[in-house]
C-alpha cells in the first residue's frame, strides 16, 4: 500500500494535501511536513497545502491558495480525515485522483489508496514513520511540523495510541532537528484573552451527579472576551482532570448551531460522538447540536457513559 501511493506521489506532475476543517496541530503538522517531504524527496516544485489557516497555530505556517485548474490537474492527498464531509476544501471532487492516510477509529474509506492505521496516537505519527522506513528527505522544519502533530493529538504523550513506536519515531524527528523544548513553549503560548476565557469556563462549568463536566460558551461571551472561536475552543483542557468528572466538554456556539468539544480520560466517549453525528477518538471527539435545549440530553447521555463505566470498572 505504502509503496504504491509513494510511486503515485513520485508520478504526479501536482499534488494537493488536505486537511480537515477546524485544523488542529495534527492536521496541520502533517499538511506542512507531507508537503516539505514530498517537494524535497521527489525534487517537486507543484505541492500545495491548502485548507484553513489557525489563529493559535500561526507559527508552523500559512496555507496556500489554489484554482481549480490546478485541483483538476492534481493527485489530492487528505490527511488527517475522518469523512469526506469534513474536507476543508470541497473542491477535492475536481482532482484527477485521491489517496487517504488517516488515524481515526470511525475513518471512512475512499480513494483509490486508503491508509487507515487507527492504533496510533496521531496522523502525523504514520507520516514520520513512512519517511523513516522509506528513507525519505526530512528536514528540520519537517520535523518540527511533523513532531508537532503527534505533541497535540497525544496530549504530550499521554494518550491511548502512544507506544513504544511512538518514541522511536519522535526521536527520529529529533535527529532530523525537532526542537521538543521549543515547540512544547509555542503550542503552550495563548494570548491575554485566552487566559482570561480559561477563567470564565472554570468558574462557569456545569456538573452532573455521574460526573459530566460542561461549560457553554456563546458567541456574546466570545466578543465580551475579545476572543476568535478557535481561540475559545483550546480552553477544553481547562476542565481535565477533575477528580470525579471523567468527561468533560466545552459547547461553543458557532453560526446556527453548537459544537461539543468532547473529552475523557477513561470512559470511550467517541460513540457518543456518533450519536450526535461526530466522532473522533475514543478520548477525544466532537460532535454538534442545533439548540441549547439539547444539552440537557447530551448530559443524559454522557452520564450513561459514565455510569457504564463504572460499573465495568467494579
Known amino acids: 500500500m505504502i509503496e504504491k501511493m509513494l510511486e503515485k506521489i513520485k508520478e504526479a506532475d501536482s499534488i494537493i494535501i488536505i486537511g480537515h476543517v477546524s485544523p488542529d496541530g495534527d492536521c496541520l503538522g502533517c499538511q506542512f511536513g507531507l508537503k516539505e517531504i514530498i517537494k524535497d524527496t521527489f525534487n517537486k516544485e507543484k505541492v500545495y497545502a491548502v485548507g484553513e489557516d489557525s489563529v493559535t497555530l500561526a507559527y508552523m505556517g500559512k496555507l496556500d491558495t489554489v484554482t481549480d485548474k490546478q485541483f483538476r490537474e492534481s493527485l489530492v492527498i487528505f490527511v488527517d480525515l475522518a469523512n469526506n464531509e469534513r474536507a476543508a476544501d470541497k473542491r477535492w471532487t475536481l482532482a484527477k485522483e485521491v489517496i487517504k492516510i488517516d488515524h481515526h477509529f470511525t475513518s471512512e474509506v475512499f480513494g483509490s489508496l486508503c491508509y487507515i492505521d487507527y492504533k496510533v496516537a496521531a496522523a502525523a505519527e504514520i507520516i514520520a514513520r513512512i519517511a523513516m522506513e522509506h528513507n525519505l528527505v526530512v528536514s528540520k522544519y519537517a520535523a518540527n511540523s511533523l513532531l508537532t502533530g503527534i ?27 525537532a526542537d521538543v523544548v521549543e515547540l512544547n ?130
Open 151 to 177: 505533541i497535540t493529538d497525544s496530549g504530550n504523550f499521554r494518550y491511548t495510541g502512544v507506544s513504544a513506536n511512538t518514541f522511536r519515531i519522535t526521536a527520529f524527528l529529533v535527529e532530523k532537528g
Open 185 to 314: 513553549q509555542k503550542i503552550a503560548m495563548v494570548s491575554y484573552n485566552e487566559l482570561k476565557i480559561k477563567g470564565y469556563v472554570i468558574e462557569n462549568m456545569k456538573t452532573t451527579e455521574e460526573g459530566f463536566a460542561y461549560c457553554l460558551i456563546t458567541k456574546q461571551t466570545m466578543e465580551d472576551y475579545h476572543v476568535l472561536y478557535e481561540e475559545a475552543s483550546n480552553a477544553v483542557n481547562s476542565l481535565a482532570n477533575i477528580y470525579g468528572y471523567p468527561i468533560w466538554a466545552l459547547i461553543l456556539e458557532k453560526e446556527n448551531e453548537y459544537r461539543i468539544r468532547l473529552r475523557s480520560n477513561g470512559p470511550r466517549i467517541d460513540l457518543l460522538a456518533n450519536k450526535y453525528g461526530g466522532g473522533g477518538h475514543q478520548l477525544a471527539s466532537g460532535c454538534r447540536i442545533h439548540k441549547v435545549s439539547e444539552i440537557y440530553q447530551f448530559s443524559v447521555d454522557a452520564d450513561e457513559v459514565i455510569r457504564e463505566y463504572k460499573n465495568r470498572e467494579v
